[in-house]
């Protein structure tokens, strides 16, 4: 066996490895308290830093907050960062009804508020990017700006059969429908251990808790939810998902990313650092002006 073989075996073990942490990270809370939503529900939140703006980062359908690790170290030297496991996901409470945008915006604001935060900048991936502008909603006076993250790319409405077709499959079979759903989410030529890894982790997210949120998530009227919002809006959005005409009527600027799929901050996380940092520090400068 070459050393080139050897040291490519053990980069796929150190990544399935990391994989596997991420996943039993999320079944243990923080040991701190956590905040109470709006319905009662506990939620789950991990801080690092100590920067005087905070960063919160929010994760996407059937992910958790463990989806942000390797943004945590870089982020938190000049900022103070929270990650938060929305309502139903990772750590966070299960008791809910409806898995909605709503719900899980007011999951963010009990965690700004729980921590007493005063200006913060939202950053949100793939369904995370709706969540975080219904936080901006309910909370302008603290919001500088929000960062999505692979989301914002179709904000077509869809009426509640258009919205059933494409749910039914999950009603069916979740678990075989979001692993070729998520597989999609990918590069061709991507690492097939961190693929499996991710694709595993999101099909294991309870059925009721994703099909009720993937439902809503697809019925969110983007038109007008983003009427109200008046702070700078930035996209740091994979080239494959990219659709400047879709953002232009919203005033969004977008940082295109090439050869990752739908997960950039895991996949190039240094390029997307980068980005978001260079991101954040437009957003305070536009507030300071």
Same mark, same amino acid.
């Given at each position: 066996m070459s050393l080139q073989h050897k040291l490519h075996q053990l980069l796929l073990l150190l990544t399935l490895v990391g994989i596997?942490?991420?996943?039993?990270?999320?079944?243990?809370?923080?040991?701190?308290?956590?905040a109470i939503s709006a319905d009662g529900l506990p939620i789950d939140y991990l801080v690092q830093g100590n920067g005087k703006l905070s960063v919160?980062?929010?994760?996407?359908?059937?992910?958790?907050?463990?989806?942000?690790?390797?943004?945590?170290?870089n982020l938190s030297k000049e900022y103070q960062?929270?990650?938060?496991? &929305?309502? !139903? %996901?990772?750590?966070?409470?299960?008791t809910r009804e409806n898995w909605t945008m709503d719900a899980f915006g007011e999951d963010v604001v009990a965690v700004i508020q729980h921590l007493n935060l005063e200006k913060v900048v &939202?950053? !949100? %991936?793939s369904m995370g990017g709706r969540v975080i502008v219904e936080v901006a909603q309910r909370l302008p006076e603290k919001v500088l700006g929000l960062v999505g993250v692979d989301t914002w790319g179709d904000f077509a409405v869809q009426t509640k059969e258009q919205v059933e077709k494409i749910i039914a499959p999950f009603r069916e079979n979740f678990v075989e429908t979001t692993r070729q759903m998520v597989r999609?989410?990918?590069?061709?030529d991507a690492d097939s251990v961190y693929m499996e890894g991710i694709i595993t982790d999101m099909s294991s997210a309870p059925p009721t808790v994703a099909i009720s949120s993937g439902m809503y998530y697809q019925l969110w009227n983007?038109?007008?939810?983003?009427?109200?919002?008046?702070?700078p809006l930035k996209l740091i959005i994979s080239e494959r998902g990219f659709n400047p005409s879709a953002i232009e009527p919203y005033g969004i600027e977008a940082d295109v990313m090439k050869e990752v799929g739908h997960f950039?901050?895991?996949?190039d996380p240094d390029t997307f650092h980068e980005l978001l940092a260079n991101d954040i520090e437009e957003i305070i400068s536009a507030e300071n002006q």
């Open positions: 596997s942490a991420c996943v039993q990270e999320k079944k243990a809370p923080s040991p701190i308290p956590p919160i980062l929010v994760h996407g359908w059937s992910c958790d907050k463990s989806y942000w690790k390797q943004q945590l170290d960062v929270v990650t938060i496991d &929305l309502g !139903g %996901h990772g750590s966070s409470g299960l &939202l950053v !949100g %991936h999609g989410m990918f590069l061709e983007a038109q007008e939810e983003f009427a109200d919002i008046q702070v950039l901050m895991m996949e």
